[in-house]
């Protein structure tokens, strides 16, 4: 198979480390192994590979598909049993279709941003798993769900970001002490998300993007802190 040169679609294939390394967009270290991925701002074309392809490349750690305006469908299941993946910025694509839940499995992640696409439907339960998760951007797509009270137990968030969706109801009481290591939380315009946060991300100083007085608070319907 041909590597992604910006002027076709990915490939499906693996191939061996000389060829590979040479690649367009791919980035080894000094013994041939590949640590990063990288394509952004080209005419590549298509759909997301299976895993397949990338678990074949040894000790890759991060991948950056950003920026690539013909590149749609729906985020491969499959890529849940990427486990070594640490990084994925799959931001401003067309990417369609829903959250898998079966990225749980992507034991390793630490940093995800979906933002700037076409997604819809439910915040998987599922993700609750993601132990290693300190970042996770979803803003700009166009979810459609209530707050998983279970995402209380992604206790690694530190920057979480879902602005700019159509997320509803209230925020999870349970969120306020699950999320103890949260600093950054973005939920701005999401005009169905109603009651309030949590006492305690104000005694923590979590920075958050709802500014105003009560009951105007950016493009939401939340009233403060309780």
Same mark, same amino acid.
């Given at each position: 198979d041909k590597p992604a040169d910006g002027s076709g679609s990915i490939g499906s294939g693996s191939a061996d480390a000389p060829a590979y390394c040479a690649w367009q967009g791919i980035t080894c270290d000094e013994a041939g192994d590949d640590t990063d991925i990288q394509i952004a701002y080209t005419k590549i074309k298509g759909v997301l590979p299976a895993a397949a392809p990338l678990a074949a490349l040894p000790r890759l750690v991060s991948a950056a598909l950003h920026s690539n305006y013909d590149l749609g469908g729906e985020l491969p299941k *499959?890529?849940?049993? #990427?486990? +070594?993946?640490g990084r994925l910025y799959l931001v401003g694509n067309a990417l369609t279709g829903t959250l898998p839940k079966e990225w749980a499995g992507m034991s390793g992640l630490s940093s995800?941003? #979906? *933002?700037?696409n076409k997604l +819809?439907? /439910? #915040? /998987?339960p599922e993700w609750d798993a993601l132990?290693?998760?300190?970042e996770l951007f979803l803003h700009t797509n166009g979810l459609d769900c209530a707050l998983p009270a279970c995402w209380a137990g992604m206790a690694g968030l530190v920057n979480l970001d879902l602005k700019n969706n159509n997320l509803k109801e209230p925020v999870p009481p349970q969120w306020g002490e699950g999320l103890r290591r949260l600093k950054e939380l973005g939920l701005s315009d999401n005009p169905r998300l109603t009651g309030c946060l949590p006492r305690a991300w104000e005694e923590r100083g979590v920075r *958050?993007? #709802?500014q105003g007085v009560p009951g105007i608070w950016t493009g939401t319907k939340i009233t403060g802190f309780c």
């Open positions: *499959s890529w849940g049993g #990427l486990k +070594r993946v995800l941003h #979906l *933002s700037f +819809r439907g /439910p #915040l /998987p132990q290693n998760l300190e *958050s993007d #709802l």
